[in-house]
């Protein structure tokens, strides 16, 4: 198989995968503020809350959690082929498939949920913890 037979067969196994490790950096930079909220506003508790076996089920669930999220984009794209007189050899291209072409499919998974999973729930996570964080540290300081 020559080199310019083989990218686009990698395209539809690197997408799902550099969308999972999206996801999971997501999830757990959320899990990291998480932790820091916990430090900050719960000292007495973070001791027992905080610890490594409990970070690592976290990291265990993420990755789970991603990959389960993640499964329907297997199903995005294929391979077509088509032959060029041009070039006297068969090429191959990286397109989406019939299920990515869905209309539902686009609608519930890509946009609700993708906005949801990836900008709602993350964000507003963010954005609640890292407010308490600043106001007990604000609290602190007086």
Not at 59 to 72: G, Q, W
Not at 86 to 96: A, D, F, L, S, W
Request: proline share 5%.
């Amino acid at each position: 198989m020559e080199r310019s037979e083989v990218y686009p067969h990698i395209a539809s196994a690197a997408y799902p995968l550099a969308t999972v490790m999206q996801t999971a950096s997501v999830y757990l930079t959320m899990t990291v503020s998480l932790e820091r909220y916990v430090a900050v506003c719960h000292p007495l508790r973070a001791r027992s809350l905080c610890t490594y076996g409990r970070a690592r089920i976290y990291v265990i669930v993420i990755v789970v959690f991603s990959f389960l999220y993640n499964i329907p984009r297997l199903w995005e794209g294929k391979i077509k082929s088509e032959w060029s007189p041009e070039y006297n050899t068969t090429i191959y291209c990286p397109v989406q498939s019939d299920f990515r072409d869905n209309e539902i499919y686009q609608t519930v998974y890509i946009h609700w949920l993708y906005l949801i999973c990836m900008y709602l729930v993350p964000f507003l996570s963010l954005a609640v913890l890292n407010a308490h964080i600043y106001r007990q540290v604000s609290e602190v300081g007086h």
